[in-house]
């Protein structure tokens, strides 16, 4: 007996169910059920920063398609401090360690604030992408008072909280301090003070401004003694506490995490749980994207890849199938796997439309969901033109500058992309901006990888041998007929492999013209992938 299709066969219909049945197990109102995702606001966001909203906003969709009222929370953590300069920006910039990025003036001088120059970076991209999302800034929170039951019912149980973190993480540090930073009064600093006594008659913080050490590095405090009152924002929860307070005050039902906040998300679960007597939302762990070399993406490093960047090479669409396509085990990622999402996307349009034919009916049904998710549920009604990534990337560079627009119809209506009198419409417009701007910037061929046959594996490691040494288009065309035939290949066939490679087509260009074009090395290189995997 098959199994039932949940919603639109995704993940998420499944998780999203998941939280129905838990919510109705906790007899909670579900007349309105709040995910939520952190907007980080103390560097440049990268592309896993984007994932935390996307998936997140997933879940939405899969309620609403349930026939639930669902909203995105994005919790701005402007009110967090700076604890080390992200790179490529000033040395000025670390007389403000320790401070909240709301209070740092902006480095760039266009925005109110550091934090919020960072945070609307990704609310830029999140818009783009077309997801929607209740905005919300820790700053305003923790100004108008949003949190300041739960900051009072943490304070008041401060111990039992220093208990919690010691028996999860065997960190000894909250049985001795508050887990609170009172902003300095003297100095302005956040992450110098040291919260000492909670004085509930008048809702006020005792503290010491110490110092701290960050990264490895000790930040003076001022030596300053006074008090705050939690009431005002001139402080903020650490982070083990500060989730769970927002949790219960603004109802979060869901929230994914990263792999590398794990210890305080259980933390925070348990204080959620066992000190504001509030269930904590159910979660779901999802691991980092990496960069080529092995290392976490990270805003505060010199390896950010941005969303930004993303955007000039590929379009919304085929970021969030990176995002969405899978949900848990870690994943390398580079500027040069663009072209493959790009590519990826067609093919699961292919799918949507009846084009190409998937006969397990589950798996049917979990592409033509994922294809649904990655426009929001907001798909087309019709298929694009699909035109290969390094197609388009080779048209654009052959194209001459008077009559560029005349000779990619011309050649895309002799491959058979456009029909005879076929134009451009804004879809192909984007993506000839991709592909200018892939082809002003980059070198670079992303191949496709197929199944070789040992004897096309063979032509191939013979064709790279006499790559080496033809410099001539025809020459280029005719080693590759003779490769062919040495190695009992039908030469068409032999073709249609490399166009497979090197272009995710079956057909295109004469291929001697387009390994001088696209770099003789670069087609060598992809060759080689592929025929050592």
């Not at 291929?511 to 087609?523: C, F, H, R």
Request: proline letters at 3%; charged letters at 25%.
């Amino acid at each position: 007996m098959s199994q039932k299709i949940v919603g639109h066969g995704t993940w998420y219909d499944m998780m999203a169910q998941k939280i129905i049945q838990r919510e109705q197990k906790l007899n909670r109102s579900l007349s309105n059920i709040r995910t939520e995702m952190g907007l980080g606001a103390s560097g440049f966001p990268h592309i896993g920063s984007l994932g935390d909203a996307a998936r997140s906003y997933a879940v939405t969709l899969a309620l609403r398609e349930m026939g639930y009222k669902s909203e995105l929370v994005a919790f701005c953590d402007d009110k967090d401090g700076l604890r080390k300069v992200p790179f490529g920006l000033p040395d000025s910039l670390k007389k403000y360690l320790g401070s909240s990025v709301s209070s740092i003036p902006d480095p760039f001088g266009c925005h109110e604030s550091y934090g919020k120059h960072m945070s609307s970076l990704l609310l830029d991209s999140l818009d783009t992408c077309c997801i929607e999302y209740k905005y919300m800034s820790a700053k305003q929170a923790y100004d108008n008072g949003l949190l300041t039951k739960e900051i009072r019912t943490i304070l008041l149980n401060a111990k039992r909280v220093g208990q919690i973190v010691k028996e999860e993480v065997g960190q000894d540090r909250y049985l001795e301090v508050l887990p609170y930073f009172p902003v300095c009064e003297n100095c302005g600093q956040i992450y110098t003070t040291k919260a000492t006594e909670f004085i509930s008659e008048d809702n006020t913080v005792l503290y010491s401004c110490e110092g701290l050490e960050i990264g490895g590095k000790q930040i003076q405090g001022c030596e300053h003694k006074g008090e705050v009152d939690i009431t005002t924002g001139a402080g903020k929860l650490s982070w083990k506490g500060e989730f769970a307070a927002r949790w219960k005050a603004l109802d979060i039902r869901f929230e994914a995490f990263g792999k590398d906040i794990s210890d305080s998300v259980r933390i925070n679960d348990r204080i959620s749980r066992e000190i504001l007597c509030f269930e904590p939302p159910s979660h779901a762990q999802y691991e980092m994207f990496l960069d080529k070399g092995g290392k976490k993406i990270s805003k505060s490093a010199g390896n950010v890849f941005t969303p930004q960047v993303w955007f000039r090479y590929g379009s919304p669409q085929s970021l969030l199938l990176l995002m969405l396509k899978r949900f848990i085990g870690t994943r390398s990622i580079a500027i040069s796997d663009i072209p493959t999402y790009m590519n990826e996307l067609d093919s699961l349009e292919d799918v949507y439309f009846g084009q190409k034919k998937i006969s397990d009916t589950k798996e049917l049904e979990k592409l033509r969901g994922l294809y649904e998710y990655c426009w929001v549920m907001k798909s087309p009604d019709a298929m694009g033109v699909h035109v290969p990534y390094n197609l388009f990337a080779f048209l654009v560079k052959m194209a001459p500058e008077n009559g560029f627009e005349e000779f990619l119809l011309n050649k895309l209506r002799s491959y058979r992309y456009l029909e005879k009198n076929q134009l451009f419409d804004s879809n192909l417009y984007k993506r000839i901006e991709y592909a200018k701007h892939w082809s002003q910037d980059f070198k670079e061929i992303k191949e496709t990888k197929i199944i070789l046959r040992e004897n096309e594996k063979k032509a191939i490691i013979d064709l790279i041998g006499l790559l080496k040494s033809d410099d001539e288009a025809d020459k280029i065309q005719n080693s590759i007929f003779n490769v062919a035939k040495n190695n009992n290949l039908k030469p068409s066939a032999f073709f249609s492999v490399l166009y497979s490679i090197l272009m995710g087509a079956k057909q295109g260009p004469r291929l001697g013209p387009y390994v001088l074009v696209m770099g003789k090395q670069n087609v060598i290189e992809a060759l080689k992938r592929v025929s050592n995997d």
